[in-house]
């Protein structure tokens, strides 16, 4: 191993880590997966799930990219719900509670069929630069294993320190020591560091719990998946979790903790995540509500750990115990270990390109939390396409950039690299200005075949997609091309209160009325005949419906995704001076130095530069 030069070295096995050895390793580049302790690869350090809200998207991008995470999610889960189902098809968002121990299990088992992959158990020390290029890393033994690109995925680790009350020690996660070393090296390089925080709740045991005091919360009653392969299936049983409530007691009593808390005592001085914020930071910022969701979830199948979800804390233990035995259901409660917050280094993210390639240091990428984000999937996603650039590179291919209208990865990776961010950046739909088109739904649609293309799809994927694309394309002509008479849609009309029909129309344009759905429709002459004989499966038909429902939206956003391609064509120079431009503001001209743009669109989205900025910078670079 250490006479030999890897393609790619990826520094870290969470769930970045994990999906940049598997894609870098696919394209067929020789990959070491170095970490600290390869019995915890993809360890869920925090909540035992996968998917939410805007995060169950991007699971789904990375399984149509031919990545790992979809698949696993499937094959370790417990429960899967499908939430926002009350709202449109662009709000659905898949979500898994997993087994824990499975999960990590068999993200391991994967990588280790994984052709050209190789694992070491070390810690990386520092990294080895040269001349303004990665060369390879030095771990703490003093061994330099060189490559030609490098992959940092270091999680919480870089420098990590844990906070539990007034106690703090190092470490990158419970149990874990912390990562030093590289921090100095990338200062030394001449990047800008700062520190974020995270934290993460109790874990007890659900033997002391009383589930009739808490409220029920089953899975779908007909469960989906993340995977888009037929490798996979849906659950056929599931476990539910549980809901219960804080109160004025249990507020009470997690104030009386607050002069001993880290995150008031003034020990803890960096952001945390603004949208999972912990217990205390709750009772604190909105004083006025008497009581607090928390969320009871099993850790695994047959594990009688159980994780508090809504509950994060960095409070002693003492209060952490005594105000969770306040909670209905949790009288008796026993803990497996207390909540604790980590501190940890991280680089802002405005120091990378587009492919997640750090500007001063050629072959070198971050993923995940390195670069400010939190969450599993916002992580997977970043290492996925940082080692598929990463191997791009030392291929001597053209890099894979995916723009804001193509997908929630590339709205992510805009984001972080355009706006920077000063606290843990998390995914939420409300970000994606097109997320008509970047639906759960159709991600193998917009995906499939450019990961066919790099060489991480298969060709069976390939096939299925154009299968379900076709016949769904089919299916629409169909309904438009077909007529129902009055008798035969008016039944179905009258139980929704809408109009009646006077005379044939088109299944589509009744198709299209609010609340008419599917089983509707297929009561109409012809239309089960058709799907038996087209042989049209479940997602086919759910893709059908969304197709007729919202096309005008689809069509829409379509349009103004166009506009913002050909914004996107407008490149921009490297190291482009913008001092020169004296026509535009102060403010621009020295955010657009700092970032340095790859193109008009990307400029505009910076924060400061207004709109008559971008028009001074469309004039002066001639269109």
């Known amino acids: 191993m250490f006479n030999t030069e890897y393609d790619v070295i990826v520094v870290g096995a969470g769930h970045a880590g994990s999906e940049a050895a598997a894609a870098a390793a696919n394209m067929g580049s020789s990959t070491l997966l170095i970490t600290m302790n390869l019995q915890n690869i993809a360890q869920m350090s925090c909540n035992p799930a ?27 889960a417990i429960q899967f719900k499908m939430l926002n189902k009350s709202k449109g098809p662009a709000m659905w968002s898949p979500r898994v509670q997993s087994d824990r121990m499975r999960f990590a299990e068999d993200w391991r088992l994967r990588l280790e069929q994984t052709p050209n992959l190789d694992f070491y158990q070390e810690m990386v020390h520092g990294l080895i630069i040269e001349n303004g290029k990665i060369k390879g890393v030095r771990t703490s033994l003093g061994i330099e294993i060189k490559a030609k690109s490098v992959v940092c995925t270091n999680g919480t680790f870089l420098n990590g320190l844990i906070h539990i009350g007034d106690k703090q020690r190092g470490g990158g996660r419970a149990g874990e020591a912390a990562a030093t070393g590289i921090t100095k090296d990338l200062i030394d390089a001449g990047f800008e560091a700062g520190r974020m925080k995270t934290g993460t709740p109790p874990r007890v045991d ?10 029920e ?11 888009y392969s037929d490798e996979t299936k849906p659950l056929a049983k599931q476990r539910s979790c549980y809901m219960t409530y804080t109160s004025n007691e249990v507020h009470d009593i997690l104030r009386s903790g607050f002069d001993r808390s880290p995150m008031f005592n003034g020990r803890i001085k960096s952001l945390g995540p ?5 217990i205390e930071d709750k009772i604190n910022r909105f004083a006025d509500k008497d009581r607090h969701q928390l969320f009871v979830e099993p850790e695994g199948w047959n594990t009688v750990e159980v ?3 809504g509950f994060s804390t960095s409070l002693p233990e003492d209060v952490q115990y005594n105000a969770l035995r306040s909670v209905a259901g949790f009288e008796n409660v026993k803990f497996f270990r207390p909540g604790y917050a980590i501190e940890y280094d991280y680089f802002p993210p405005t120091q990378l390109q587009h492919t997640l390639e750090t500007k001063l240091v050629e072959g070198l990428y971050f993923a995940g939390q390195i670069n400010g984000t939190t969450g599993y999937e916002e992580a997977a996603c970043q290492g996925m396409m940082a080692g598929i650039n990463a191997a791009l590179k030392v291929q001597e291919r053209d890099p894979f950039i995916l723009q804001r209208n193509e997908a929630y990865i590339g709205v992510l990776i805009d984001d972080l690299i355009t706006k920077g961010t000063e606290e843990p950046y998390r995914m939420f739909t409300s970000r994606a200005e097109y997320r008509t088109l970047l639906r759960q739904d159709n991600a193998d649609f917009r995906l499939t075949e450019r990961s066919y293309n790099l060489g991480l ?4 994927r390939m096939r299925k997609m154009e299968e379900k694309k076709e016949k769904s394309l089919d299916f629409v002509s169909f309904l438009k091309d077909t007529s129902v008479v009055p008798e035969d849609a008016n039944p179905v009309l009258a139980d929704y209160n809408s109009s009646p029909m006077k005379q044939s129309d088109k299944i589509f344009k009744i198709f299209s009325r609010p609340k008419v759905a599917m089983e509707d429709v297929r009561k109409f002459p012809g239309v089960e005949e058709y799907i038996q004989e087209k042989n049209l499966d479940t997602e086919m038909l759910e893709q059908t419906e969304i197709q007729v429902k919202y096309s005008g939206y689809i069509q829409k956003e379509k349009n103004n995704a166009d506009k913002l391609n050909r914004l996107e064509d407008v490149k921009i120079p490297k190291n482009f001076d913008y001092s020169k431009i004296k026509s535009m503001s102060y403010e621009a001209r020295e955010k657009l130095n700092k970032v340095q743009p790859a193109n008009v669109s990307q400029a505009s989205r910076i924060s400061g530069v207004s709109p008559n900025d971008v028009s001074v910078l469309l004039v002066y670079m001639g269109r």
């Open 457 to 460: 799809a298969s060709e069976d």
């Open 50 to 76: 996968m998917g939410g809200i805007a995060k169950g998207q991007i699971v789904r991008e990375i399984d149509a990219m031919g990545g790992y995470s979809g698949l696993v999610s499937d094959t370790s």
């Open 206 to 215: 659900g033997r002391s719990l009383d589930y009739s005091k808490m409220i």
């Open 217 to 227: 919360q089953p899975g779908d009653e007909i469960p989906g998946k993340f995977s």
């Open 307 to 309: 994780y508090v979800n």
């Open 274 to 278: 603004r949208y999972c914020p912990s």
